[in-house]
Structure formats: C-alpha cells, structure tokens
C-alpha cells in the first residue's frame, strides 16, 4: 500500500511538473509577444484551485486528473476547452489573438514548449553533474572465457580511461560508448597497474538492435562484475531445505563462478530435480551447499529465492567541475535527444518491438523506481522524460506542436491558412492516432504488470 502511494505521488509530480515546464514556454512566449493569455492549467477537469494574474488577464487553475495542461490564448479554437461561442471581441483585443498574429509568432509559441523540455533538461544534467553521483567505476571485472576481451588481452581488474579517445569515468559511460561502435574496430585505454595501455579490437554487430542489449557483456565479453546475494528465502522451499540463509553471497555454483544473476536462474532451471552444488560465503566463512531444485508447473527448477546482485567494486562518487558540468548538461541532452529518435525510428521500421513502449503505467513505476534511489535519480529520470516529451510533441501529428508548426509552414507555402474543415479533419485524425498509441502503450503497461 505504501509502495502504491510513494509511486503515485513520484508519477504525479513528474508529470506535473514536465507539463508546467511544457506549458509554461507557451505561456511566457505568447505573454512576451503580446498575445492575450486567458487561462494556463495544470491539468484537466473540476478546478482545485485558481486564481488570476495580477492583471486580472490570466486564470491560473490547477485541476483535479494530472494528466495533461493547456494554456488557453485569445482567438485559438475557443471551443477547445468547451466554450461553444466566441464573444464579440473589442478591436484592442482583436490584434492580441492568437490566430491574427504573423506566422513567425504563432511558431514561436508552438516551439516554445518543447524548448522549454529542452532546457529543464539540459540544466537537471548540468545539476547532476555538479551535484555528482554514484556511479560504478569502469573496473573490469570479469572477462568471459574465448570473448573478444579476452583475445585482445584485457585482464580482470583493468581500468578503462578510455575510449576512442573520449574518457570515461564511470561503467554506464563504457556501455554507452560501447554501443557506438558495436559493428566497428576501436581502441581502449586501460590503466593496469599505473600503467597504460592502448587496447585494439574489433565488435561484431549484435544480433538484436544495440540499444536492446548490453553491448560491453554480449559482443565485447566484459562487465564490472557482480557479487549475487540471497535476498531472501521462502518457508519451506528447496533452499530452506539445503540451508541458504539470507545474505549468502554465492561466488560458485557446480564448480563455475557466478558472474551474474541471469546465468545462475538458468542452472537452477535446468536442473529441476538434480542435486546443484553451490559453494557461498556467509560472513567470514566459506561453505560447500547442496540444493535439489523443486519442478514447477512449467517442468524448470526452483529454488525458492529471491536474488540481489551489486557491483564487485563499489559504487564511487564523481563530480564535474563547472564547465565540465556546463558541457555535460548540453552534451547529454544531445545525446538523449538522438536516442529517443533513434527508437522512435527502429519502431517504426520494426527494428525494435512496438512491445517495447511504456505507457502511464511504466512511466509511474520509473518514478516510483528512481523517488526511491535519491535525487539524482529522480532527477536523471526527470531529465530523459522531459526530453521525451519535447521530441514527441515536434512529431508532425495535427493537435501536437509539431502538427502546428506544418500548418504553419503549409501557410507560408500557399499564402494562406488551411481551410477549418481540413483542420478538422486533419485535428480528427491526429486525436485518433495519440489515442490509439496511449491505447497501445497502456496495454503493454498491462502485459508487463500481469507477466511479472
């Protein structure tokens, strides 16, 4: 129950405040070119609570659903937020509506909130930066046997400085660099001993699409290394019987080191009924256990535990100078920016699965998820759905920002605005197709949440 409400209040203030940020870039910029505001809401529906500006022009309202916000100008689609008439408009007013002012300012104002998205993120990233974070040093910590890592002679324990000449401070930076130049040769820089040493090799492409896997473990054969824990065991299960106790560290299993939670599950499941030999650490003292795993429904093996895994070197605290910072903030909205594109467009081409679409749902659970690990989490989770936001709602589609910045350019080219009947249609049209991908999205949300 408390886990529900720490995600519902993470999810409703990300989403207010990406959309208040969204928004208000609309709203500043038609208030600065001197287009009439009538009302900016955070929200929809029954009003919370409102009041007006200290010019008595704007009603700020925060509604009751935190879903969404609009900001209401003079002259745009009156009957938007259900006002079936336009009130005779006096000819003072009639030269501050939206829809009677030059092409360059209704862009500007249409543009306005995806900006907006952008700079929140560029200054949450430079915040993170300076701030710092925890991060996994980029230690080598395992190298899987006959890998590319260990033909090109890395060692456990190398220190990457490194790559292609770009440094790296921190194992997410080696993945990122590392799915750059998946399919190519490269050059690393590894510190062995307080000596460096320029490390070549050559990816092959992965067989799933780069952003799907982790490139570092699956081409290139290395990790940080994790220590699997016991996080706890089930009354009556296969390793009550053979004594697992929480808090085990299991470094063996039949005589092989466990380097990761994935390739432990599958020993246990393949041996439904076998007797596995694990081989764990409780405290100071090593210990030889044997566990027969019990056959499910499904004929794999149990054991009846839940598993934890964390780094083999902890986590260091990494902190950017303040141009460095300044750098970052830019740098890693950039980078956001092209990814999010990225898998908008292997969507559409089928590259990747449309499966792989998060709805309210997902979105709520990353908020619980990241509320939960601090700020900078938070405030990195912030950060990426904020640029999300901007890149989607520059989409060409009628009723988003970027649907409006075509009628305007169509404008432009013709001479004059699009007929209200093709802007209906057009509007029609582009309310069908967001509703139908928030309908997509909320159902994988549901898929997710029923599989586990």
């Known amino acids: 129950m408390l886990e529900t409400l720490h995600t519902t209040l993470a999810f409703i203030v990300a989403i207010s405040l990406l959309i208040a940020v969204h928004e208000y870039g609309h709203f500043i910029v038609a208030r600065k070119l001197g287009i009439k505001v009538e009302k900016f809401s955070i929200g929809f529906g029954p009003a919370l609570i409102s009041w007006r500006s200290r010019d008595g022009e704007v009603q700020y309202i925060i509604a009751a659903i935190p879903l969404g916000g609009y900001v209401k100008m003079l002259g745009e689609n009156p009957s938007e937020q259900g006002e079936d008439t336009e009130q005779p408009l006096s000819d003072e007013e009639r030269l501050r509506a939206f829809d009677v002012q030059p092409p360059w300012k209704r862009a500007s104002v249409a543009v306005a909130g995806p900006l907006f998205n952008f700079f929140f993120a560029i200054l949450a990233y430079m915040l993170i930066g300076w701030i710092g974070q925890l991060v996994v040093p980029p230690v080598i ?46 050059v690393m820089e590894v510190d062995r001993n307080g000596t460096v040493i320029p490390l070549g090799f050559h990816l092959s492409p992965t067989e799933q699409d780069v952003l799907l896997v982790n490139v570092s473990e699956t081409a290139l054969g290395i990790s940080p290394g994790v220590k699997v824990v016991i996080d706890s065991v089930a009354v009556n299960s296969a390793a009550k019987q053979g004594g697992v106790l929480p808090g085990d560290h299991i470094f063996q299993v039949q005589d092989e080191p466990v380097t990761n939670i994935r390739e432990l599950i599958e020993i246990i499941r393949s041996r439904a009924g076998e007797v596995v030999f694990f081989q764990v650490q409780r405290g100071e003292t090593i210990l030889n256990l044997s566990v027969i795993p019990a056959v499910d429904d499904s004929g794999y093996g149990r054991i009846g535990v839940r598993l934890a895994a964390s780094p083999i070197h902890e986590p260091v605290m990494y902190r ?48 619980g998820k990241t509320a939960e690990l601090g700020l900078i989490a938070f405030m990195s989770f912030l950060a990426l759905i904020s640029v999300n936001l901007a890149v989607l709602n520059l989409l060409p589609v009628p009723v988003l920002d970027g649907g409006h910045l075509v009628y305007i350019a ?30 997509f999205a909320f159902y994988n949300d549901l898929l997710r949440l029923f599989r586990g």
């Open 320 to 367: 950017m100078g303040v141009v460095e910072g300044l750098f970052f903030g830019f740098k890693r909205t950039w980078e956001m920016t092209t990814m999010t594109i990225q898998v908008l467009g292997k969507m559409v081409t089928s590259a990747i699965s449309p499966e792989n679409l998060g709805g309210p749902i997902a979105i709520a659970q990353l908020a």
């Open 410 to 439: 169509l404008e432009k080219v013709r001479g004059k605005p699009l007929s209200p009947t093709t802007m209906e249609r057009t509007q029609i049209i582009g309310i069908s197709l967001i509703v139908m991908l928030m309908l």
């Open 141 to 186: 910590g395992n190298i899987s046997p006959a890998s590319v890592a260990e033909q090109s002679g890395m060692l456990e324990g190398d220190i990457i400085r490194t790559l292609n000449g770009s440094p790296v401070h921190s194992w997410s930076q080696v993945e990122e660099k590392m799915k750059q130049v998946a399919g190519n040769s490269a």
